[in-house]
């Protein structure tokens, strides 16, 4: 069966909470994905499912501060379906639902010593706009990463 990916929905939220940990080797990242993103960001935010399993999700927003930009807060794929092309497809439903809305610029961060996060968003596109250090508080340093989009093309 094919993966689907759809707009997040609430009821989604405790499937996705109850793997991020175990997605991520054990390490406590429930707390950077509260709920708020499946109740007040459904129209930018996706899971990708195969039948009943949950195979990734990606939590984002537009920008309430630039009307040009909209930012991408949280990705996650299932271990065991990671190479599938189900990350990079999450990014192209998002880059088209933000690019239909006006958007021509979406912003996302890493933490530098995730290279292969970097080399990811590199091969989508993105473009490395610094490095900032102390960005989520002391000792946080974060890759601040920036991809510019193509217009939508004019119907005809």
């Known amino acids: 069966m094919a993966v689907e990916i759809r707009h997040a929905k609430p009821s989604d939220y405790g499937r996705v909470i109850g793997r991020v940990n175990v997605w991520w080797g054990g390490r406590d990242m429930a707390p950077m994905l509260p709920r708020l993103f499946f109740l007040h960001f459904e129209g930018t935010s996706f899971v990708a499912e195969d039948g009943d399993e949950l195979a990734g999700f990606l939590c984002g927003f537009l920008s309430q501060t630039d009307p040009d930009e909209a930012y991408i807060h949280f990705v996650g794929v299932s271990p065991d379906r990671r190479g599938e092309g189900i990350g990079r497809a999450l990014y192209e439903r998002f880059f088209e639902e933000v ?3 006006g958007r021509s610029l979406v912003r996302c961060v890493t933490s530098p010593v995730n290279e292969r996060s970097v080399a990811f968003h590199e ?10 250090e102390d960005y989520d508080g002391p000792g946080e340093d974060r890759v601040l990463l920036v991809k510019r989009l193509d217009a939508v093309p004019a119907q005809s």
């Open 123 to 132: 091969a989508l596109g993105f473009e490395v706009d610094r490095v900032a």
């Open 99 to 101: 690019r239909n809305q």
